[in-house]
C-alpha cells in the first residue's frame, strides 16, 4: 500500500466512528468545515493552499486488499466492517476558497457535504494536507511582501520535516510568490523552476579555489553562480574578478555569487565594489543562511545590495507559528444545523459562506461569515470545486494560482503587511441570522428531552 493515500493513514477514532455509524445505519448527509479558531502571534492574515492535494486524495480514497486484509486482522472492529469499507468511496461535494486566497478566524476555507461515514472518515487527512500548506504559503507570502522584486527560493528541503513535506513546502511557496526552489522534484511534479549553486565541498574537493570556480564554469557554462564564502568571502570575490576575463574568452559569463555566512550586509557591500570595479555590474548576489522574512526585511533596510534570497529552515517548518488552531467541524446532520458549545471551541452552526468587502481603493475592507442561504453583497469566497465525488473542473495550473495569489496579496491594506501582529485585527462580521440560529440552538440544547 502507497502510506501518502491509503486511508489508513487517519486517526484511529474515524474508523471506530465509521464502525458505529455503519451499525446504527448513520448515513444521512453531513456537513463539515475547515477553519482556523485563531490566528498565531504575528499573524495578520493566512493564505489558504493545499486544495489540490486534498481533491486528489478525496478523488482516490478507497480500501485495497491490504488496507482491509489490516482491518479484518487487526482486532479492534466488528467482523463485517471490512466489508462496509470495500466499496466506500467519496461521493460528496467539496467547496473551497480558492488557493492564495487571504483568510481569517472563523471563515471556512473549506466544506464538504457527504454521508456522514465519508466525511468523517477523511478529516484526519484533509487538515493535514491544507493545515502544512496553508502554514507555508502563509510564511512565505510574508517574504514575498518584505522583498517584492527580489528573487527567493525555497532552500528547505534538507530541514523539512519529511519527505512529503519538503516537496509541499516547494509548492506552497511558489504559490505565495518565490521565484522557485532547490528541491528537485518539485520541477517534474509540479512544474517549479529549480535554482541551484554549489557545494562547500565542491570547493574544498580542491587544492584551489579558483580552479574550483573554473572547474564549475566549465562544466556550468550557462549557470555560472559561485559560492564563494568557504574561506575568506572578499577574497573569494577578487579571484572571482580575476577568473572573470578568462571565462569570458571562453564565453562564459559570470551570474551571480552566493553569501552563506557571516554578516551578509557587509559582506554583500564589500563584494558589490569588487565586482562593480572589474566592471561586473550585471553579476548579481545571492545569500542564503539561516533567513527569514525578519532577516530579509533588516537587510534591504540597511540598503544591503541582495538580489535574492535562499530561504530554507524557518520556510517549511514555519518557525515562528508551526501550526494553526486548524479544526474540521460537524455543522449540519440529516437537515438540521449542529453546533458544538464547548468553552472556548463554540462553533457557528450551518452551511455557511464569507462575503468579502473591499474598500474603494480596492483594498480589503472586512469580511462577513453568514448562512448559505443568506445572500449578501461582496464576493462570495466559497465556491464549488467538486460534486458526487468530481472535480468541476481541471486543476489550475501553479502559474495561474501563483497569479492570483499575487493580486490577492495585492489588496492587503499596509496594516495586515507589518510582520508585527497588528494592533487593528482585520474585521470578520458574524451575520445577525448566523447568531440568531447559534442563539436557537443553544435554547433548544438546554431544554430537557422529552422521551
Known amino acids: ?65 491490504e488496507e482491509l486484509t489490516w482491518v479484518e486482522q487487526s482486532g479492534l472492529f466488528r467482523e463485517d466492517f471490512g466489508e462496509h469499507l470495500r466499496g466506500l468511496r467519496f461521493t460528496g461535494d467539496v467547496y473551497a476558497m480558492p488557493e492564495g486566497t487571504p483568510f481569517f478566524p472563523h471563515e471556512p476555507i473549506l466544506r464538504v457535504v457527504a454521508p456522514m461515514p465519508q466525511a468523517q472518515l477523511i478529516e484526519s487527512r484533509l487538515i493535514n494536507l491544507v493545515h502544512y500548506e496553508t502554514i507555508v504559503a502563509s510564511k512565505a507570502a510574508r517574504s514575498v511582501l518584505m522583498a517584492p522584486d527580489k528573487l527567493l527560493v525555497d532552500f528547505g528541503l ?20 518565490f521565484s522557485g526552489t532547490a528541491t528537485v522534484l518539485a520541477a517534474p511534479r509540479f512544474g517549479i523552476p529549480l535554482f541551484g549553486t554549489m557545494a562547500h565541498s565542491f570547493v574544498q574537493a580542491h587544492d584551489d579555489e579558483a580552479a574550483a570556480f573554473a572547474d564549475f564554469a566549465t562544466v556550468f557554462p550557462d549557470s555560472t553562480v559561485f559560492l564563494i564564502d568557504t574561506y575568506d568571502t572578499e577574497a573569494a570575490a577578487h579571484k572571482v574578478v580575476a577568473l572573470a576575463p578568462q571565462l569570458q574568452r571562453s ?109 474603494d481603493d480596492g483594498l480589503l475592507d472586512h469580511d462577513v461569515v453568514t448562512l448559505e442561504d443568506d445572500v449578501q453583497p461582496g464576493l462570495a469566497l466559497l465556491q464549488p470545486v467538486m460534486r458526487g465525488g468530481q472535480r468541476l473542473q481541471a486543476a489550475p495550473g501553479l502559474d495561474t494560482l501563483r497569479a492570483y495569489a499575487k493580486r490577492q496579496l ?42
Not at 474508523?15 to 479558531?37: I, K, N, S, W
Open 410 to 451: 495585492a489588496t492587503l491594506p499596509q496594516h495586515l503587511r507589518e510582520l508585527e501582529g497588528g494592533s487593528e485585527p482585520y474585521r470578520v462580521e458574524i451575520a445577525p441570522v448566523l447568531r440568531e440560529l447559534a442563539a436557537r440552538l443553544d435554547q433548544q440544547t438546554r431544554q430537557p428531552v422529552t422521551v
Open 1 to 65: 500500500m502507497n502510506p501518502l493515500t491509503s486511508p489508513l493513514l487517519t486517526d484511529l477514532y474515524q474508523l471506530t466512528m465509521l464502525q458505529a455509524y455503519f451499525a446504527r445505519g448513520m448515513q444521512e448527509t453531513a456537513v463539515f468545515e475547515l477553519f482556523v479558531r485563531k490566528l498565531p502571534p504575528n499573524r495578520n492574515f493566512l493564505l489558504a493552499a493545499g486544495l489540490e492535494q486534498a481533491l486528489d486524495f478525496l478523488e482516490q480514497l478507497r480500501f485495497g486488499d
Open 251 to 359: 564565453g562564459i559569463s559570470i551570474k551571480g555569487v552566493r553569501l552563506d555566512s557571516g554578516d551578509l550586509a557587509a559582506h554583500a557591500r564589500n563584494v558589490r565594489r569588487i565586482l562593480d570595479a572589474a566592471g561586473l555590474g550585471r553579476t548579481t548576489i545571492f545569500a542564503s543562511g539561516n533567513l527569514d522574512e525578519y532577516r530579509v526585511c533588516e537587510l534591504l533596510a540597511a540598503g544591503a545590495p541582495i538580489d535574492g534570497f535562499g530561504i530554507g529552515t524557518s520556510l517549511v517548518t514555519a518557525a515562528d507559528a508551526p501550526f494553526l488552531d486548524a479544526v474540521y467541524k460537524l455543522q449540519e446532520y440529516a437537515g438540521r444545523p449542529r453546533r458544538k458549545r464547548s468553552s472556548g471551541k463554540a462553533t457557528w452552526p450551518g452551511r455557511k459562506q464569507v462575503y468579502r468587502h473591499y474598500r
Open 158 to 177: 534538507r530541514r523539512a520535516h519529511g519527505a512529503e513535506a519538503g516537496l509541499l513546502a516547494a509548492r506552497a511557496s511558489y504559490i505565495a510568490g
